[in-house]
């Protein structure tokens, strides 16, 4: 009678290959998320600029500052009024009025509303 042998993994190359899955995981994963983050600031700059930039283009034509955001879409600066990456909504946006008190409209500015700080150290609520 022939002797047969199974044939499989030990339970020892199994925790063995988990092992190093997890190390492999374990190096990954935090460049993963501060991949992340870093997409999340470059998108916040080049929102930031391009709103900035539909502000300035409303004041030049019509000499008053926007009232509102919504105002920017309505007269096509704007498609829309982007989402905040950070805070993941477009309610959050601190608006800066003109600091002249003579200037007519109510954002002249506008900056993130997140309490964070940015890779650099600094508050994107600053930038």
Known sequence: MAKR??????LIEILVVLAII???LSMVTPKYFS?????KETILK?????????????????????????????F???RLVPEDPITETNATWI??????MNAKGSIYDIHSGSSLLAEDGSPYAEW
Not at 60 to 74: H, I, K
Not at 95 to 100: E, F, G, K, N, S
């Open 5 to 10: 042998y199974l044939t499989g993994f030990t």
């Open 22 to 24: 997890a190390v492999l």
């Open 35 to 39: 991949s992340i983050d870093r997409s």
């Open 46 to 74: 080049q929102d930031l600029l391009v709103m900035r930039e539909a502000i300035d283009k409303f004041y030049s034509d019509r000499n008053t500052y926007p009232e509102t955001l919504d105002e920017l879409v309505q």
């Open 76 to 78: 096509k600066y704007l």
């Open 95 to 100: 608006l800066v009025p003109p600091a002249d």
